[in-house]
């Protein structure tokens, strides 16, 4: 996969707090530009088919949009905006994820997409976010430990 297309799957896991099998789902009719926010299936929830809306800035939706046709998507042929975003199996992006964390000189240890999801919950909570919010947002019912005690 080319290196834009990392770089954006990387943001936006960073920007959502997502899983990478919850962003390897995404397709183009998954963002809400009006709304600045995407919207996933829940993988962690019991109901089958919840969608959850999670804020997404402006300024990172138009870098997805630049790099993925978004937009031009929304208003082509409905099956425009129903192929994959990031097409390539969930191994396959954690491996690469992590090569670009690697290369933006984080420690080896820290170069995987945990840390992204860890580091959205961080800057929620420096934000001034709710554990609610977050919770949310994380699509958990309960938040786990290693994030209670930040609440």
Excluded at 26 to 45: C, P, T
Aim: proline residues 5%; glycine residues 6%; contains cysteine.
């Amino acid at each position: 996969m080319e290196k834009p297309a990392i770089n954006t799957l990387c943001l936006l896991i960073a920007y959502t707090g997502c899983v990478v099998s919850e962003a390897l789902e995404l397709k183009k009719q998954n963002f809400d530009f009006a709304g600045e926010a995407v919207m996933f299936n829940n993988i962690h929830s019991n109901v089958k088919n919840e969608i959850r809306y999670v804020p997404l800035p402006l300024t990172v939706l138009k870098v997805l949009d630049q790099t993925h046709g978004i937009r031009i998507a929304k208003i082509g042929p409905k099956s425009a905006g129903s192929e994959l975003l990031w097409p390539i199996h969930r191994v396959t992006a954690w491996r690469q994820i992590s090569t670009v964390m690697k290369e933006a000189g984080i420690e080896e240890s820290q170069a995987n997409p945990r840390v992204l999801r860890h580091t959205f919950v961080i800057r929620c909570k420096k934000a001034g976010y709710s554990k609610l919010a977050v919770q949310n947002w994380l699509g958990l019912a309960k938040l786990p430990a290693v994030y209670e005690h930040m609440f």
